[in-house]
Each structure stands twice: as C-alpha cells, then as structure tokens.
C-alpha cells in the first residue's frame, strides 16, 4: 500500500472469436451473465458504436487484446476498455482506406471478421479481402463457408452449405446482418488496403496454403490439386 501498486489482472481476449465465446471468457474471469448482457447494452453510447443498427449485438467489436485491469473493473468498464482500444487503434489511414473501398465502417468490421476466420496470417488476409470486395462489387456472393459455419454454431444445426439463413454467403447475396466473429487490426487493415488483384476466388489447401484464382475452371482444378481432405 505505501507504494502505492496496484494488483491487476491479466484478461486475454484472443481473435476470432464469437461474441458468445467472448461472454463465456468473461464469466470465467468471474463477471455475472447478468452483469455483461447490461453491460453490452450500457455501452451503446460508445462512439463506436454510433452508426450501429439498434438492437444489433456487438459482434466484432469487442477488440482482441489482453487487458490488465484492477479486480474492482466492472464489465461495463473492460468492455468500455475494449472499445476504445479498438477505437485507438483505427487510424486516420485505415478509415481512408476504408472509404476508399467504397464502404462504410460497419461493413469493413464485417468483412474483416470473415477475412479474419479464413486466414490468420496479415498478407495473405490483403488478398483474402481483395476477393471478397471485388465479389460484392461485382454483384457476386461471397461464397464464404465460414459464414454458415457461423449460423450453424448459433443455431446449433448442421454447418452445410444449404444452411438457410442470413449469415450463409453461399447462398445470400451481399454481407451478412453482423461481423462473425472480432479480429486483429491485420483484418481491418486488410480491408482498407487489399492487394492489386483481380482474384475471384481462394482455396485453402490441405498444407495451409491459400490458393487463389481468376475464373471458376481455375478453382476448381485449384480445390482438385490442393484440397483433397479439407475440401471433402
């Protein structure tokens, strides 16, 4: 006490992970259910959040990062954190990029949290976005299969293609109602700053590789040489 420190607890919010996930991680650093669910509503002020539908969960902003906090930190405050954190973190840049792209920031958190599930690593996540940008602008589904994956841990139903829901971007046209899940900056700035191509499609390989293509005929020879497990 006469030095004045402080104990302070470590709370680890890793990347891509859902919300639900996110809430279960805070209940185990001891916060009530009751306490996030009031908590996630008392932080709609956050200017973040301004351009935010109503009643839309926070899915994607809940910024991943490990926090030292004081144990009296209410959740409303480490989610406070959060937000600002990731606030910081945009830069002057990556919102011109952004708007570049032409899109607006609720749909580059969208799109970099399903850049974020289907590639980890930064480089290859600028090409990833490059994909799914020029597929939106072109009127073309996104095709990705982490999307229904989402729908289907919600739901709790079988994770196909055939999935019927506003998440599988197999089948609807356009972004999903949400982000699918919270990402590192790399995902953001992916979006804001996507590579110089004009791939219309990727494949992840059985060895981690991402494989890119410009026509359907090259994917699916792609998917034939590279993705004989994954893909089946």
């Known amino acids: 006490i006469e030095s004045g420190k402080v104990t302070t607890v470590k709370v680890l919010i890793p990347p891509g992970q859902r919300l639900d996930q996110l809430i279960k991680i805070l209940e185990k650093e001891g916060y009530e259910a009751a306490e996030i669910e009031s908590a996630l509503e008392a932080v709609r002020n956050h200017p973040l959040l301004q351009n935010l539908p109503k009643n839309t969960k926070l899915e994607g ?10 144990p009296s930190t209410s959740a409303e405050q480490l989610i406070r954190t959060m937000l600002d954190t990731f606030d910081r973190r945009i830069t002057a840049d990556i919102r011109a990029g952004i708007a570049a792209q032409g899109l607006n920031m609720r749909q580059a958190i969208i799109l970099a949290s399903i850049t974020q599930k289907e590639v980890p690593e930064p480089e290859v996540q600028r090409t990833v976005a490059q994909v799914f940008i020029s597929r939106l602008k072109q009127g073309i589904v996104l095709g990705s299969d982490v999307t229904y994956m989402y729908a289907a841990a919600l739901s709790d139903e079988a994770a196909t293609p055939a999935l019927n829901s506003p998440y599988n971007t ?31 499609y990727f494949v992840a390989g059985d060895d981690g590789t991402t494989h890119f293509s410009r026509t359907l005929a090259e994917h699916e020879a792609l998917v034939q040489k590279y993705c004989t497990k994954l893909c089946n």
């Open 61 to 70: 902003y809940l910024f991943p990062e490990t926090y030292n906090i004081e």
């Open 170 to 200: 197999r089948r609807v046209q356009g972004l999903p109602p949400t982000a699918i899940s919270n990402f590192n900056l790399s995902a953001l700035q992916a979006v804001a700053n996507p590579t110089k191509t004009d791939y219309l």
